[in-house]
């Protein structure tokens, strides 16, 4: 690598470690650079995965505040990411890329619709809520199964995971958008560090890349939870949806 894609790569990551804190979808940056320095896209894959982990930790730091109160959330949920992620990470050398390609788009889309009517659908669902459910305010097995869906489908390929974790979140969970948000960092981290460790043991990394990438997201992570942290809701539901029509443009064109 020279020293001119090495800088390529950091500054790569940097972007993707503040765009995964605020809304997600960070890979859709580092994955594409490290295909142009010369990766292969399972290498690129593998080592976008375990370089965006210290970017994920450093978004989460950052939304500690928010988290708190949390923790039963985290552990539900967060056993769900883990799980979802492992199968994922394992699905990469199974399934054909193009079978889970076609569908990435239609899930991104789905997402975004989601966080569009987020408010709309979370009054529905508050005016309808049981206030002695035992799931009370944290979601229900059907909020579990698609937080699992979620992960699986991040541990595969982790673009937009963020975006579809912020649409399920925001509806299932009555808590403002900043709180999912940094929930929603937690359980990115976990899918990221799981998937990051099965590819150790069955593909090839490139060390240099993963180096370049943690540093740049460590920094990234920080910044985003300065930023992001500040936006209003209506704000960060904006940058929500034009990430995600960039992503959809992006995979579509490969």
């Not at 709180?179 to 981290?189: D, E, F, P, Y």
């Not at 539901?237 to 992503?247: E, H, N, S, T």
Request: glycine residues 12%.
């Amino acid at each position: 690598m020279s020293l001119l894609e090495a800088l390529m790569v950091l500054a790569a990551g940097v972007a993707a470690g503040t765009i995964n804190t605020v809304v997600g979808s960070g890979t859709l940056i580092t994955f594409p650079t490290l295909l142009a320095v010369g990766y292969s896209p399972i290498t690129a894959n593998v080592s976008n995965s375990l370089g965006l982990v210290p970017g994920s930790l450093s978004g989460t730091w950052g939304y500690r505040r928010e988290l708190r109160g949390q923790r039963r959330r985290i552990l539900r949920y967060g056993t769900a990411s883990l799980l979802g992620g492992t199968a994922g990470a394992l699905l990469l050398f199974v399934l054909p890329a193009e079978a889970f390609d076609a569908i990435v788009p239609v899930m991104i889309a789905v997402a975004l619709v989601l966080v569009i009517f987020q408010p709309r659908l979370s009054g529905w669902l508050a005016a309808r809520r049981d206030p002695d459910s035992p799931h009370g305010r944290d979601g229900g097995p059907g909020t579990v199964a698609l937080g699992w869906l979620t992960g699986v489908y991040g541990g595969y390929f982790g673009a937009a995971q963020g975006i579809l974790l912020l649409a399920i979140f925001g509806i299932a969970l009555d808590e403002p958008l900043q709180r999912v948000n940094a929930l929603k960092n937690v359980l990115a981290t976990i899918v990221n560090l799981v998937a990051g460790i099965v590819f150790l043991f069955v593909a090839d990394v490139a060390w240099e890349a993963v180096a370049l990438i943690a540093v740049g997201s460590a920094a990234g992570g920080q910044l985003g939870a300065r930023v992001g942290r500040r936006l209003p809701p209506n704000v960060l539901r904006a940058v929500i949806v034009c990430v995600g029509l960039v992503a959809i443009v992006q995979l579509l064109a490969r």
